[in-house]
C-alpha cells in the first residue's frame, strides 16, 4: 500500500478494539516473528514530559554511538512523526512500508475471527516493524496512556521512565495520585532498572514499593541524580547535571522553558542505566545542543508573537505558566484554548488567567473536543477577561492574532491536537 492508503487503513480503525488490554497486541506481534525483541529499550511512562525525555534520550544513545528507534504519541501534524530513527522522523514511505508489514499479520487475525486491533496498536506494531527493518540496536517507546494496559508494555524494558505523576485521564487510571502510580509504574519488570522523575510523595512510595517487591535498582530525582545550577541564555538554558554516575556541566540546552531541564535529568539518568555507565561529556553536549522539541513552548510567528504549547493537564499548565513568567516577563497573553473532553479545563484556566488578557476557544475536528461555544461558557464562568469563541481553528486564530494585535502575544494550548493544527496553519 501507497501512503495515504496506510493512513486510510489505520484511521479506518479508529473506535475498533474492545477492553484495554495486551492480548491482541501481543497475538499480532506474535504472527508477525515478535519484531520488538532483539534491542534493549528504555519504556517511558509518566503524566508529563514522556515525548521530550523520550527524544532526549534518543539524542543521547545516538550520540553514543547507537542506532536508536524511536516511538512516541500523539503526533502533532502527520502520522509518521510516531516513528523515529535517530532523531528523525520516518517518511512517508517508511511508514507505508511498516504499516503494509502490520496490516498482512492483522488482516489474517481478522479473517481468522479475531477482535481488530486498535488505532494504538496497529501504531505501536508499525514502530517495531519499522525498528526492525531500520536494524536498530536501541529503542526509546513512550507510553500511550497509563502503562499496565497500555500496548507499549508488551516489552521487557531494561530501563522503565516515570517522569511524572499528575491527576489526567482518571475515568481510565484512578482519581488519586497513589492510584495513577501504580498504572503508571506497571511498565517495570523484575530485569529492569526504574528511573524515576520529580514525583509526588504518594507516587514515590509507590514507585518504592514497587522496585522493593521486584527487587531491582531504582534511580531516583533529588537522591541519585538531580539539577543542578542553571541558568537562562539566548535561545535556552545552560545548566549542570549531576548524573547518578557522574556530574555534566555546561550542557546547553536550546529549548524554552526551565522545566526542560528536568525531562533533561530524567533522560541522562536513562541513558546511563542503560549505557552502563557515565556519559561521554562532550558527547552529550553535543546531542542535547541538537534538541528540538515541536509543540512544547514553540514560537511560530511574529507579530503578533504566536507560542504553542501541548500542555493538557493542570499540572502542565502550571509548568508552562510558571516557564512565561520566567522567560516572556513583561508579555500578556491572548489565549487560543482547545480541549479533549475529559479535561478539567477550569483549573486549567484559573491557572493560565494571571497572564492572560482575553480567551479565545476553538475546537479540532475531532468527536472528543468540547465544542466551542461550550468550552467558552465554561471559562466565562472562571475568568473575569473576555472570551470569544471561534468555530474552526483557522478562525480562532485569526481573531486571536486580532486581539492581540501586531505587538501582543497570542499562547495556543490545551490540547497537542489544536497544536498541531496550527502549525498546519502557520508552517504548512
Request: aromatic fraction near 6%; hydrophobic fraction near 45%.
Amino acid at each position: 500500500m501507497d501512503y495515504q492508503q496506510a493512513v486510510a487503513y489505520l484511521d479506518r480503525h479508529i473506535g475498533l478494539g474492545g477492553k484495554p488490554g495486551l492480548d491482541r497486541i501481543n497475538d499480532l506481534l506474535d504472527h508477525m516473528g515478535r519484531p520488538d525483541d532483539g534491542y534493549p529499550i528504555i519504556h517511558v511512562a509518566g503524566t508529563n514530559g514522556k515525548t521530550s525525555t523520550s527524544r532526549l534520550a534518543t539524542l543521547i544513545l545516538v550520540a553514543h554511538g547507537l542506532t536508536t528507534g524511536t516511538h512516541t504519541s500523539p503526533h502533532l501534524q502527520k502520522v509518521e512523526e510516531r516513528l523515529a530513527i535517530n532523531g528523525r522522523f520516518a517518511t512517508a514511505d517508511e511508514f507505508a512500508l511498516a504499516m503494509s508489514d502490520v496490516a498482512a499479520f492483522a488482516d489474517l487475525r481478522e479473517e481468522r475471527g479475531a477482535e481488530p486491533n486498535t488505532y494504538f496498536e496497529l501504531a505501536t506494531a508499525s514502530a517495531f516493524a519499522f525498528f526492525a527493518d531500520q536494524a536498530v540496536n536501541a529503542a526509546v517507546l513512550e507510553v500511550g496512556l497509563g502503562g499496565r494496559l497500555d500496548a507499549t508494555n508488551v516489552v521487557d524494558a531494561e530501563v522503565c521512565v516515570v517522569t511524572s505523576i499528575g491527576v489526567d485521564h482518571t475515568e481510565y487510571l484512578g482519581e488519586d495520585i497513589a492510584s495513577i502510580a501504580a498504572e503508571k509504574v506497571a511498565i517495570v519488570g523484575p530485569k529492569s532498572i526504574l528511573v524515576t522523575g520529580p514525583l509526588p510523595d504518594q507516587a514515590l512510595d509507590e514507585t518504592n514499593r514497587k522496585s522493593r517487591e521486584l527487587g531491582i535498582q531504582h534511580r531516583r530525582f533529588g537522591v541519585d541524580y538531580s539539577l543542578g545550577d542553571s541558568e537562562r541564555e539566548v535561545g535556552g538554558w545552560l545548566a549542570t547535571i549531576h548524573g547518578a554516575e557522574e556530574d555534566y556541566e555546561d550542557i546547553f540546552l536550546p529549548l524554552h522553558g526551565k522545566y526542560q531541564l528536568f525531562n533533561l535529568s530524567v533522560a541522562v539518568a536513562a541513558a546511563e542505566a542503560m549505557l552502563g555507565g557515565m556519559l561521554d561529556v562532550e558527547a552529550l553536549r553535543d546531542a542535547i545542543a541538537a534538541a528540538r522539541m515541536p509543540g512544547r513552548m514553540e514560537p511560530l510567528s511574529s507579530s503578533p508573537l504566536v507560542l504553542v504549547d501541548g500542555a493538557h493537564n493542570a499540572d502542565g499548565i502550571s509548568a508552562l505558566v510558571e516557564s512565561l513568567r520566567e522567560e516572556f516577563t513583561t508579555i500578556r497573553w491572548q489565549l487560543l484554548l482547545g480541549v479533549m473532553g475529559d479535561k478539567n479545563v477550569e483549573l486549567m484556566v484559573e491557572r493560565l488567567e494571571p497572564v492572560l488578557d482575553g480567551v479565545i476557544t476553538t475546537a479540532v475536528d475531532d468527536k472528543r473536543a468540547v465544542d466551542p461555544l461550550k468550552l467558552a461558557d465554561r471559562v466565562a464562568k472562571v475568568v473575569d477577561i473576555p472570551v470569544l469563541a471561534g468555530e474552526t481553528v483557522e478562525d480562532a486564530l485569526d481573531m486571536a492574532r486580532a486581539e492581540a494585535g501586531g505587538d501582543g502575544a497570542v499562547l495556543v494550548t490545551g490540547s497537542l491536537y489544536l497544536v498541531g493544527a496550527v502549525r498546519d496553519l502557520l508552517k504548512g
